[in-house]
């Protein structure tokens, strides 16, 4: 009676030569160049035996090396020249219009509410594409009153409220520098309107 052990025996007999059955004999041979590497490498084991201080010693100086010019790279990446770009900011003074005043006697009829009027001077602030179209994310008016914010060209922010002006109140504009055109300088980003 076979035993486990046989079984097993008899069993990868079968399958180590089911391949065979199955795709028939296949022969392989190594390319050149892993003759000659095997050739290089049964040299250098016999230059090992024959002289290991000297090709250990040649080992850690080619690692030293190595890491030495590793090193020195690292140095020289972090220790080179730097170059930097220089914009220069434009200077640019903010002015603000007051609304016309109403003539005297004028009929009621023909009473529109003048617009405020910010000027800038030194450089054109608005972004081009703005120009014409809604500006209200580049200023806000205090305190709040209905009304429109215009770029009506590129140095000048017109408001047009809805109602008249409230008499004797003291509005205050506040310009948003990020919503204008990059590399400006203003004098001052608030001002107050009579």
């Not at 008249?164 to 990020?178: E, G, M, Q």
Request: aromatic letters at 8%.
């Amino acid at each position: 009676m076979p035993t486990n052990q046989t079984f097993v025996r008899v069993l990868f007999a079968a399958l180590a030569r089911l391949p065979g059955l199955l795709f028939g004999r296949i022969s392989w041979s190594a390319p050149p160049w892993v003759v000659g590497c095997g050739r290089r490498l049964t040299s250098f084991q016999g230059l090992v035996k024959a002289h290991p201080r000297a090709v250990t010693l040649s080992l850690c100086l080619l690692v030293a090396l190595a890491t030495g010019g590793l090193q020195g790279w690292r140095w020289w990446a972090s220790h080179k020249p730097r170059t930097f770009a220089y914009n220069a900011l434009r200077d640019v003074e903010v002015t603000a219009e007051a609304p016309a005043a109403v003539a005297a006697g004028a009929p009621d009829k023909d009473l529109k509410p003048g617009p405020l009027r910010v000027r800038f001077a030194g450089a054109p602030v608005a972004p081009l594409e703005k120009i014409g179209k809604d500006a209200t994310e580049a200023v806000s008016l205090t305190p709040k009153t209905r009304g429109k914010w215009t770029w009506q060209n590129g140095s000048t922010l017109a408001f047009q409220p809805d109602d008249h002006w409230p008499p004797d109140t003291r509005f205050t504009v506040t310009l948003r520098p990020a919503a204008l055109a990059e590399g400006l300088h203003l004098d001052k980003a608030s001002l107050t309107v009579r």
